[in-house]
């Protein structure tokens, strides 16, 4: 697929060395949701690593298909085309730059909100198809992958021996959930092989600011984490499962017994990732602060109170690798 504009190399920081390729992440907590003791397994995996991988989830194959094909249809129209979709502020398509501070990247990306309509007139006009047929394969796509995330934060509320269990689920099932989907696609970069690197940065060190993402790819690698030891690892792709992040809001709902995963994406010179990535955030209006039930003892709060709104408003103005819940810790 040919579609970035020229790569101005020069001008991207971005470049990783061939020599420090980090080891593959070969122990990652693999939950297999159709087990009882699943819901054991996602809080330790949550307070280890805060990431995971889902096996033997419902989401229907040929949901990820259809959309995965839309994704690559739109990916390999002209840039002409596609920029016409564009820019993403914050939503639309954007390529290379990431957010609205200056972030730059080897990706083309669309982001759209999950209650909006007006993001897949954008998007299907570039397909040359109706917006209800494109909304209805990201809709089936997205409540599908809802439903799931839902499932495993309801697992997750019963491992912690919170009640009632629906305390995280019930933000993403509100009419109002501020959710976000993601398409990225990582194009194969020749060009760096001149420099005698290996990979260039894709999507930058962060971490997500809603309670879960739920990713899931083609069979490219390029995801990385940042484990506790300080050592970034490379996941190993897997098309048939999706990858969970703890995100920053379900860190503060815990008072920090989960920590929000820091991952970057690499891109390669060789072969192209798509990913796809819902992003499942509270209402606007929700206040974010540790679950009392979860308080031990003279435990008190890490965290000042806010609500979504205002960690969203002040995430979307920051860098992308900064950390964005400094600013409302207490101590
Ligand atoms: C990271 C997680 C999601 O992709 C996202 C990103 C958002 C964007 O691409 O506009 C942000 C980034 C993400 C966090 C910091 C800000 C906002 C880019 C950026 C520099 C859609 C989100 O919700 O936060």
Not at 73 to 100: M, R, T, V, W
Not at 143 to 162: D, H, Q, R, T, W
Request: overall charge negative.
């Amino acid at each position: 697929m040919v579609v970035l504009t020229e790569p101005d190399i020069d001008h991207l920081p971005i470049i990783i060395n061939s020599c420090k390729s980090p080891s593959f992440f070969n122990d990652i907590p693999v939950i297999d949701l159709s087990k009882p003791d699943s819901k054991n397994l996602i809080v330790k995996a949550c307070e280890e690593f805060g990431f995971f991988k889902v096996v033997n989830h419902d989401v229907p194959m040929e949901f990820i298909s259809k959309l995965e094909s839309e994704a690559i249809k739109f990916f390999s129209s002209p840039l002409s085309e596609k920029l016409k979709a564009g820019p993403a502020d914050p939503f639309g398509y954007g390529n290379k730059q990431i957010g609205q501070s200056g972030d730059i990247g080897w990706v083309e990306y669309i982001l759209l909100s999950t209650n909006s309509e007006f993001n897949y007139q954008k998007f299907a006009s570039v397909l040359g198809v109706n917006p209800e047929n494109i909304r209805d394969v990201v809709n089936d796509y997205v409540s599908a992958v809802k439903k799931m995330s839902c499932e495993i934060l309801e697992k997750l509320a019963e491992g912690l021996k919170i009640h009632p269990t629906n305390v995280f689920s019930k933000l993403l099932m509100d009419e109002k959930s501020d959710s976000v989907f993601r398409l990225n696609h990582y194009p194969p970069c020749p060009d760096i092989q001149e420099l005698n690197a290996k990979n260039l940065i894709g999507f930058g060190e962060h971490t997500d600011p809603q309670i879960i993402s739920v990713l899931r790819s083609n069979n490219t690698s390029g995801l990385q984490i940042l484990l506790k030891n300080g050592n970034w690892f490379s996941v190993p792709p897997d098309q048939n499962s999706f990858f969970i992040n703890v995100g920053d809001s379900l860190q503060v709902m815990t008072n920090g017994r989960f920590k929000s995963v820091k991952h970057r994406v690499l891109t390669n010179s060789v072969k192209s990732r798509l990913s796809m990535i819902y992003f499942g955030g509270p209402p606007l209006s929700e206040k974010i602060a540790p679950l009392p039930s979860l308080m031990e003892g003279e435990e008190s709060s890490l965290y000042k109170e806010f609500t979504w709104f205002e960690y969203k408003k002040s995430a979307f103005k920051s860098r992308l690798a900064e950390n964005r819940l400094t600013l409302f810790e207490k101590f």
